[in-house]
């Protein structure tokens, strides 16, 4: 089972609710229509945001909700066994089986890490200021980001920066995974930008009656590519 099939299931336990009336709890408890979308149509798993939101609504926590008190848990311990032991010189980030689209954006379901790659400690410590375990390494695909990123690249992505900054991101837009470049207008409203003119730029207000479920998920730091 997967974790976005465990979180289908507890919530509808907890809610007691099923395919049928999902969306209209969704509308009932204020968390929005395109959540339902995720869940229901999709078979993903809502941003932690709305996480949140409908933890507090059926009174169970997120890590209830998400499985963590059992299968995630065993999931995490296997991959940390599997990782390399971290040294003095390096520190090991994981890297993803995901592409950040930077064209039309792709399906990303819930993933293991496939291998790690070694960076510099003191790098991570003493220039991105952050700490490994806020870091994941993804893939690049299409070109609307050329000429700063190319399709196959490798990118660097810092989780821990994932506010309301301007700069290089990658975002989830629904179950699309991209990145792109933001410039936030005002505290709900930003604008999605690709390097690529000959892709346009578009606006996201997250305080409009939309169903448009997004996210911030982490700022690009490094990228690497292969010659």
Known sequence: MTLADTFKERLYQAAGINDETLSGWMVAHDIGVGVTKTIRDRNGIPS?????AIAAVVGRTVDWLLGVDSTAMAEINEIKK????????FVYIPRYDVTASAGNGSY????SPRFSMAFRRYWVTNYLRTSPKDLSVITVKGDSMEPLLKAGDNILVNHAEAGKDDGIYVLRLEDRIVVKRTL???SSKVEIISENTA???FEFDGSAANDLDFEVIGRVVWYGRQI
């Open 48 to 52: 932690a945001e709305k996480l949140v």
């Open 184 to 186: 936030w207008k005002s």
């Open 82 to 89: 599997s990782a390399p032991a971290e040294s003095d010189e």
């Open 108 to 111: 990303v379901d819930n993933e």
């Open 199 to 201: 892709y346009p730029a």
